[in-house]
Every structure is written in structure tokens, then in C-alpha cells.
């Protein structure tokens, strides 16, 4: 039986994909429809892809019919890092374009398992946060604390998330801002928390999201240096941000505008995401 899974036309933060559980004897990803994938709906797509890969032995993508996005999914180095397996269906030919150093402007999709795997993560994110200095993004100040917090987020995913693919790492800037997202597939904050003896009455993902964002709170005895607290201290002091937290079925956007911090939050049962994702939005 074969299972076509149609993605929308945008990936945003806003947009959460449903990674089926059903092992079927071949699945097929429709993306020619996509126009637009913000950096959490890219790590989304290489996330699906890999999932159903686990799935089933036979997995197509069917690539993106807007030469715009297709050139972004090559510029993004998406398709090197999806497995051998997987069948590239309709993917636009852009071999003849010789793209430019944009590592200033965008960190294309990264993949990682280890600690050592996040160690050299730290170039392109020093390069990337260099780039949001120069175009008044961020300030030096604020340069320091992420490149030093960003890779610790993502250490927490190699170090306690136990996702079957590792994690995944990418970033953009546009004219409006820069995103940065990271995602795996693995146990989802609530298992990791709960852990812990201290948070068993934890009840939801929604209200796992919201204790992991307070001080000092963690689901093992090791702590690491920066976790959301401290990324989001920093930003209150210097910049207009959001920060998009999903987990299980919870999902919390935390908004910051110089010296203020507000929640909002929304859980749909109906769309459910294995493990965690995060993106970082700072406006210019």
C-alpha cells in the first residue's frame, strides 16, 4: 500500500507536519506544491524524510516545481542530507548555478549526533551570528551569549533527546529578521523532564515546555551551561525576538520586545510532533 502525504504550500513555525506511525510498503512526500519553508519547516521536511525512511523501504520525494525553492533547497544542501534510499522525483536541475559564500546569511541544514558533531557546528553558527552583527540584528554582546548558547541547545539534543537521526540545525536571514531552528525526533521534553523526580506530576507537553523555560530545571543531574532561561534573559536586554518551542503535543511561543517577556500557547492534539522543535526569530 502506498501513502501520499501532500505538504502545504508554506513551512513556517506555525505550520507542524504529522509524521505518521504506520509502517507501510512505500510512502510518498508531495512537495510540489511548496512556495515557501521558513528554517523549522526545512528541519520539518528533512526530519519527515528520514522518519519514513524507518518506515518503510520505499520512500519518494517528489521536489518542489518552483525554481525559486528549488534553488533554496540546493543553496540549503537539503538533498545531501536525506538517506540514499530515498527516490528524488521532478528535482529542477541547478548544477549550472555557482552559488556565492553566503555563510553569513544562512547556516544550510546540519545534521548531529555527538558532542563532537556539535563542537563543529560552531564555525557556521560564529559565521551566521557574525553576519546578524553586522546587519544590526543583534549586538556584540548578544553575539557572544548565542554563539555559546546555540550550540549548548543543540548539545542538549545530542546529549539527552535519544533521536534515532540525531538533530538538525539551519538558519536564514531575511530582510525582517533571522531564524535559526533546531529539531530532532527523539523522547520530546515531557519524557526528558520526568526523568527527573522532581517533575513526574508533570501532566502535558504544554506545561512540560513552560517548566523547561525556568531556571535551573532539567531532567538529569547534568547541567549544561545555557539552557531557554539564560538564551532568553540575554534577549530581554537587547533585542525583539520570539522563540517557538514544540514538543509532543504542546506548542509555547514566548515573546520578548526590550525588557518584556510574554507567553501565549497553544496545544492541538491533532498535530503531534515526535521530539522537539525549536526556532529563534530575531528581528531586525
Known amino acids: 500500500m502506498t501513502i501520499t502525504m501532500a505538504v502545504p504550500s508554506r513551512l513556517n513555525g506555525r505550520t507542524i507536519l504529522t509524521l505518521p506511525s504506520e509502517t507501510m510498503e512505500e510512502y510518498v512526500i508531495d512537495a510540489s506544491g511548496l512556495q515557501f519553508v521558513e528554517p523549522m519547516g526545512l528541519v520539518q521536511l528533512a526530519l519527515l524524510v528520514h522518519h519514513l525512511t524507518d518506515l518503510s523501504s520505499l520512500v519518494r520525494f517528489v521536489a518542489p516545481l518552483d525554481s525559486d525553492l528549488a534553488h533554496y533547497l540546493n543553496r540549503m544542501d537539503f538533498y545531501n542530507h536525506i538517506p540514499d534510499a530515498v527516490e528524488v522525483v521532478n528535482v529542477l536541475d541547478t548544477s549550472s548555478a555557482c552559488p556565492a559564500d553566503r555563510s553569513d546569511v544562512l547556516i544550510p541544514v546540519r545534521f548531529f549526533r555527538t558532542d563532537v558533531d556539535v ?21 556584540s554582546t ?53 526523568r527527573n ?12 515546555i513552560r517548566r523547561a523555560m525556568e531556571p535551573g530545571v532539567t531532567g538529569t543531574r547534568d547541567r549544561r551551561g545555557y539552557g531557554f532561561d539564560e538564551v532568553l534573559e540575554q534577549l530581554e536586554e537587547t533585542a525583539d525576538a520570539e522563540l517557538y518551542v514544540h514538543s509532543g503535543n504542546g506548542w509555547v511561543r514566548t515573546v520578548v520586545r526590550r525588557g518584556r517577556r510574554r507567553k501565549t500557547s497553544a496545544t ?12 529563534l526569530i530575531v528581528r531586525s
Open 268 to 279: 492541538d492534539h491533532q498535530r503531534s510532533f515526535p521530539g522537539t522543535l525549536i526556532q
Open 119 to 139: 563542537e563543529h557546528l560552531f564555525e557556521d553558527v560564529a559565521k551566521f551570528l557574525q553576519g546578524m552583527v553586522v546587519v544590526k540584528t543583534i549586538t
Open 197 to 208: 523526580p522532581k517533575y513526574q506530576s508533570i501532566g502535558t507537553d504544554e506545561e512540560a
Open 142 to 194: 548578544l553575539y557572544s551569549t548565542l554563539t555559546v548558547a546555540i550550540p549548548e541547545l543543540c548539545g542538549n539534543v545530542s546529549s539527552h533527546s535519544s533521536s534515532p537521526c540525531g538533530g538538525i540545525l539551519t538558519a536564514q536571514t531575511y530582510r525582517h529578521g533571522s531564524y535559526l531552528a533546531v529539531g530532532d525526533l527523539g523522547i520530546g521534553i515531557r519524557e526528558h523532564l520526568t
